[in-house]
C-alpha cells in the first residue's frame, strides 16, 4: 500500500485523476506495468481499480447490483463467476446482509467500503483510493483502513491518498510527500520519521510563555495542565524553554518536513 | 471493435435506473391512463356504447391514434430523461467509477442510448397491449396486428432515435440541462404547431402530420415516402448519437477511437441529408413536373382536337404495371381540315407503338402529350389511332388546375390521424384509374392556364377489356362479362369518362325499379348486412324512394342502367373541381366510397342507433326496432343526396368558425356532369352555370343559420368580388377559389333570370326538362340551346352573355318597407303586399321575391315533411336608375317575405322582412302587378338627416387597455373580414361590424356590436349640420338579440332586457338619454328634441349596459 500525503490543494487528487486516465497529464508519462497511461489507456484502465473521493450511487441500483454493474464492466463476462465474486465481496467488505438494500440508502461506512468493493471487484492491480476516510466516525474509519490492511496482504497496489496522517501511519509501508503539485518526499513512513529524530520537543511552558512559543514555533499540539502548559513543537533547538525530546510520529514527522524544508508550515 | 458485452451491461442498469425513476412511472401511469380513458371514450363508449366510427371502422386507427399520442408526449419525456443521463453523469465522482472502466465511449454511449431505448420500447409495448386489449374486446371491430408492428417501426422508432441523437448532441453542446431542455421543448413546440405539415412534412419528425394511415386494401399505400421520411430521421438520430460519442468528456480508449466514430456519424449525417433530398426532390420533382405539363398544355391553344366516337380498350394488369392497347375511332368535327392535333396520357405510361389507320406512326411524345402531325383530316373525315402503351401512373399529373401548395396542405383525415391522398393506385394487389389519371389517350390537352380544353368533355362509345391477376375482380363502367380472370364491358350509351378498378371484390347486386344496384366490397367489410337483415325486404323501396326524391329535385332521371357502389382504399381522394363541378369521387354510373365509409359517420350503422338512442330525440326512443333500421339506412343514404357534408364547428379564439364541407359523395354529377354537356368555346364556364342552375335545388337552405356565425355569406362575399371584377376576372383568379362556386351560382341566377322574366319560372323549367332530355349522353352547344330558347320564348341569350361575362357594374337595391292588408278580390280574401323597390346603379338588375305561405313547421334532419308551407317566388327586373312600385295578391297568410337580390350591392344579399299584423283594409283595391315611378326610395324623408354606421362621421372608440395575458390568452378573431358574425352569447370585446336584415343601411345593411361592458368602448355618430335649430333625436334599434345561436337551440325567454345609454351632446351641455330595451320599438327610437348650432352634433352609445351587448347603427335628427 502506497500513501499520498500532503496538505489541502497539493495536486493528490489531480494525481490520482490522472492515474486512473479521468484526466491527461499536462506533461510527463506514468506507466503501468509498462503501459503507458495516455497510449494505452484501454489496458491500463482493465488493471485499475478506482474509489473516487466524494463517491455516491445511482440511486436507483441496490448494492449487489452497483457492484455487478462494476463488476460487468471490469470484464466479468461469465455470469455465475460474476454472480460468485460480487457474493464473495460482499463478504469481505461485509456487506453481504444489505445486498438488497438501495445503495444510496447506506451508511457512510457502508457506501465506502462499497466503494472499495467496486473497485476491487475482478481483481485489479492497481486501486487507487482517494480520501476514502473523509466523514467517516473513528469506529468506521478504523474498520475501513483495516480493509484496506488487509487487501494490502493481497497482489495488488493500493494507492492511497489522504491528508490525514494517520491513515497513512497505519496502514502503509511506502509513502509520498506531495507540496505545490511536486514530488517532496518519497519513501516508508519510518524515513519521514527517521527525518524529524530529535527535531519533536514538550516544552513544558507558563501561561505568560503559551503565547511567545506558539508565534515562534509550529506547534503540533498544546495541551492544558496543572502548572500551564504542555505544548508539543517541532524545531531545531527550543531556546531556553523548559523542554525535551519526544519521539516523533508521522504526523510530527510530516509538520517537521513542511517547516523546514518546504517552509509551508503557517504558524496561526 | 464494440464490446456487446459492454454495451449490454450499461444499458441493463440504465433500464433499471429508469424503470425505476419517478418521473418515468408517473409519465408511463399517466400516459397508460389518459389512452385507457381515450380507448375507452372511443372503442367502448360507456355512454351509449357506440364509440367512435372514425377510429373503429378501420382497425388499423386503433393503433395508429394511440401511438400518435404516446408519441408527442413521449419524445417530450425522452428529452428529458436523455438530457437528464448525462445531467445524472455530471454529478461528482459517481461516473467516474464507470468511466475509469475498460470501455469505449462508443459503447458508453450506445449503452445509454440502448437503455433509454428499451424503455421506451418497454412503454410502447404496454400502450400497444393496452389498445390491444381494447381492440379485442370492443364489438364490432377488426383486429390488424400487422398494423401494430407497422406503426411501432414507423412513427415510434424514428421518432424516438432522432429526438434522443438530438437531446444527447445538444446536451454535450450545451451541457447545461435546463437550457437544453428548453431548447428541445422549444423545438417540439414548433414542428406540432408551426412547422406540422409545411415543406412537404420535411420537419415532421413525430410523424404527428404525414399522412400514415393503413387501408385493408393497399396498405400504407405510401411506402416509399413514408420509408425515405422516417429513415431520414433515424440517420439524422444515429448521426446525432455518434457525434455525441466523439463529444463525450471522457478521454477515449485510445487515441483513434474517438475519430473513428466520426466517420459512421458523417455517413449517416450523409445518409439523412441524402434521404432528405430524395423526400424534398420527389415533391419538387412533381412539382416541376406539373408546371412544365402546364406551359405545354397551353402550347397547344390553338391547335384543333379530334372527336373521339369509340374507344376500344384492352387493359393487362401486370402487378405494378398496366400494359393497355387502346383503339380510338376518331372523326374531325372542328369544321376545317386538320393536320395537327395532341392527345394526352398519364406521363408514367410509356406508349410502344402508334398505328394510324393500321400503319405504324411515330408521334412525337413530351410527358403526357401525344403531338401528331401530318394528319391532313378533311372535316367530316374519320380514322382510327390505336395506342399501345404501359407503366404506371404518375399521379404528380392529375388535378393540374390546383394549387400545388394548397393541394399539399388541404388535410384529408379523421380526428389526428392523417390519410395520404391518393388518385390512382397500380399495385399487384389492386389497381384504381379514373379519367382524372389520363390512363387512357383523351384527345384534349390538360389544364394550362390559358388553355381550357380541359374542361371539354366529349361523349364516346366505350368498350373496355380487362385481364386481372388470378383472383383479383375488375369493375368498370358497362355490362359487365367475365370469364376467368377476363372481364369485360359493354357500354350500350355514350359516356364521357370511364374508370377501372381491380381489387379482391365481393360482390352484391340486385335489380331495383329496374336499375341494376352494384355494390362491391373487400372481402371481411360487409359489416352491416346482418344489422340490416331485418330489414331487408324494405330496403329496395327505401334506396328507390331515395333516388326518386332526388330526381324529383334535381328534375333530371337518373340517366344510367347501373348504380355501382364500390368500396375504395380510403386513401383515394378527390379534390373539389370548383370550375366543373365534378368530383373524382363519382364515376358514370358509380360512387367509390371510402373504405368501410371511415369518413362517414352514418355508416356506422350499429353505433348511429346506440348514439341517437343515448343522445337523440324522444321520437327516435319510440320508434319500431325496423323503423330505426329504416331512419338510420335513410340517414346513410343522405350522404349520397346531399351537396354539403356535416358543417364544422369550431371555435376560435370567441368566435364561431363554421366551415362548409362539400360532401364527396354527393351524386349530382351522375344526374348532370357524366349525362350532359353544354359547351362554348367563348365562354367555357358555360356548361358549370347550367350545371350549377340544377344543382342549386339541392342546397340544403338550412345552412342560412351559417351566414350569422360567420358574417357574411359566401353569396355576399361573392357580391363584394363582382362589385370590383368582372365574372371572366373571377374565374381566372386563383385567390378567389373560396367563393368562385357561389359566383357562378348567382351568374347563373342572373342569366336564367333574363329567360324566366320572359317565359316565367315554371315554362323555364319545363322546357330546360326537356331540352336536356333531348341532348342527353352527348356534346351540345350554348349556341344550341339559345336558338332553341329564341324559338320558344323569343330571348336572345348571346348578345347579353358578354356584358353577363365581362361586365363590372352591379346594380343597388332600396326596398321600402312592405305594408300588407287583407283585401277581397272577388269573394276571396286575399294578402296585398305593396312596397317600393329602386335600383339606384347605372346597370339592370333583377330581384326575387319569396313568400312563404302557410304555417309549417320547421326543417329538420330526421322530421322530413310534416310541413304545410308554400313558396311563392316572383321575380322583378329594374332598368337603370328605375324605380317599380310593387304589389301582390296572395291567397293565403303569408308569413314572411324575403328579398334576395341575387347579383348586387347589397348586403345582406338576402334580406328577410316582416309583414307585421295582416289586417282587412275594406278600402284597399286588389291589384297584382307593378308601376314604373318616378320618385326613388329615400332613406331620409324631407328635414331629415341620417348617420349611419357605414358614413363618413360615424367612428368607434376601442379601449386600448389590454393586460398582456388577455392579449396572449383571448385572442380576438381577426380574421380580416369587415362583417364578422353575429353571436348574442359571445359578442366580441371591440366594436365589430356586423350585418343583417334588420339594421338599417342603404345597399349594406350593418352596424357595430360589442359585448357590454365598462362604458369605456364607444360608438360615436359626428352628424354634419347646416342649420341650427331644435332637432327631435333618434336611434335606430334592432330589439332582435338571439340571432346567431346554435341551430335547434332557441327557445328560453327571448325578450331584450337592459337598456342603452346615449350621451347627446347639444348647446346646453350634454345629456345622457337611456333607452329600455323592453319596451323600445323595433326601428326609430326619440332620444328627446335638443336645440343644437351647425356643425355640433355629436351622440355617443357607450359599451355599459346591462344587456348582454350593445348595438350601434344610425342615429337620425328631425327638424321641429
Known sequence: ?268 | MLSLHNIHSIAKYEIKTLLRSWFFRIFAIIALLFLFLFNLGTLIDPGSGAGNWEIKALPSIIPYVNLLMLNVVQAIVVIFLSSDFLKRDKKLDTTDVIYVRPMTNGEYVAGKVWGNLIVFVILNAFVLSESLIFNLIAEGVGVNLKAYLYYFLVISVPTLIYILGVSVFLMSILRNQAVTFVVLLGYVALSLFYLANKFYYFFDYMAFNIPLTYSDFVGFGNWHTIWIHRGMYVCFGLAFILLSVSLLKRLPQSQMSNKISLVPAVLFFAGGIWLGFEHVGNFRQNQELRSQMRTLNDDKIHEDILTVKSYQISLEHLGSQIACTARLDVSNESGKAVDKTHFSLNPGLTIEKVLLNGTEIHPERNLHLVNFSGLNLQPGDSASIEFTYRGTINEAACYLELDDKAMQEEKYGQMMYRIDKRHAFVLPEYVLLTREDNWYPVPFATFGKQNKEWMQKQFSRFEVQVKTLPGLTAISQGEPEQNGNLFKFNNKKPLSQVSVIIGPYEKKSQKIDGLDFNLYLHPGHDYFSKYLEEINDTIPGIIAESLKDFERTVDCYYPFARFTLVEVPVQFYSYERILIGERDQIQPEMVFFPEKGVTVRDADFAGSEKRMARWGRGDFANMTAKDKKVTLLQNFLSNFTQSSGRPNFSRSAGQVQVTEKKNPTFVFPLFYNYAYYIKSDKWPITDRIFESYKKEATQDQRMGFMREMQGTSENEKANLALVDHSFAELLNDPDQTQIIDNVIQMKGQALFSIIKRKAGDDAFNEFLYNYLRSVKFKATSIEDFSLRIKEAFGVDLIPYMESWFNSKQLPGYLISNPKAVNVMDGDRLKTMVKFKVTNTENTEGIIRIEFRIGDGGGPGRFMGGGSNTETVTKLIQLDANQTKEISYLLDGNPRGMSVNTLTSRNIPSEMRLQLGNIEEDKKAVPFEGEKIVDKPVTLAEEGEIILDNEDKGFRIEQSTETSLLQKLLIKEENSGEKYVGFSSWRAPRDWRATTSSNFFGKFIRSAYYIRSGDGSKKAIWNIPLKEKGFYEVYAFIDKEERRGGPPGRGGGDNSPKGEYTFTIYHDDGKEDVTVDLNTADTGWNSLGAFYFSPDSVVVELSNKSTARLVIADAVKLVKQ
Not at chain 1, 49 to 57: S, V
Not at chain 1, 63 to 91: C, H, I, P, W
Not at chain 1, 125 to 144: A, S, W, Y
Not at chain 1, 186 to 193: A, M
Open chain 1, 1 to 268: 500500500m502506497f500513501g499520498l500525503l500532503g496538505p489541502n490543494g497539493a495536486g493528490k487528487s489531480s494525481l490520482m485523476r490522472i492515474l486512473v486516465t479521468l484526466m491527461e497529464p499536462s506533461s510527463g508519462t506514468i506507466k503501468i506495468n509498462d503501459l503507458d497511461i495516455t497510449k494505452d489507456r484501454g489496458k491500463v484502465r482493465a488493471l485499475l481499480g478506482y474509489l473516487p473521493q466524494d463517491f455516491r450511487f445511482f440511486s436507483q441500483l441496490k448494492t449487489y447490483e452497483f457492484l455487478d454493474y462494476a463488476a460487468r464492466l471490469a470484464g466479468m463476462k461469465n455470469k455465475s463467476q460474476r454472480n460468485q465474486a460480487v457474493d464473495k465481496m460482499l463478504e469481505e467488505v461485509g456487506l453481504y446482509e444489505a445486498r438488497d438494500r438501495k445503495a444510496n440508502k447506506l451508511s457512510g461506512g457502508m457506501k465506502r467500503r462499497l466503494g472499495i468493493a467496486q473497485a476491487l471487484i475482478n481483481n485489479p492491480k492497481v486501486i487507487v483510493v482517494d480520501e476514502p476516510t473523509t466523514g467517516l466516525d473513528p469506529e468506521e474509519r478504523i474498520r475501513f483502513r483495516n480493509l484496506l490492511s488487509t487487501i494490502s496482504t493481497q497482489d495488488v497496489i493500493i494507492i492511497l491518498s489522504t491528508h490525514i496522517v494517520g491513515d497513512i501511519s497505519s496502514s502503509c509501508q511506502s509513502m509520498a510527500l506531495l507540496n505545490l503539485g511536486q514530488l517532496a518526499f518519497t519513501g516508508s513512513p519510518d524515513q519521514l520519521i527517521a527525518e524529524a529524530e530529535g527535531k519533536v520537543w514538550l516544552i513544558k511552558a507558563s501561561d505568560s510563555e503559551y503565547m511567545e512559543i506558539n508565534e515562534t514555533y509550529p506547534v503540533i499540539s498544546n495541551v492544558p495542565t496543572d502548572y500551564g502548559w504542555d505544548i508539543q513543537v517541532v524545531a531545531e533547538s527550543i531556546n531556553g524553554y523548559c523542554g525535551e525530546h519526544i519521539a516523533p510520529n508521522l504526523e510530527h514527522a510530516y509538520v517537521y518536513f513542511m517547516e523546514s524544508k518546504l517552509n509551508q508550515w503557517t504558524t496561526d
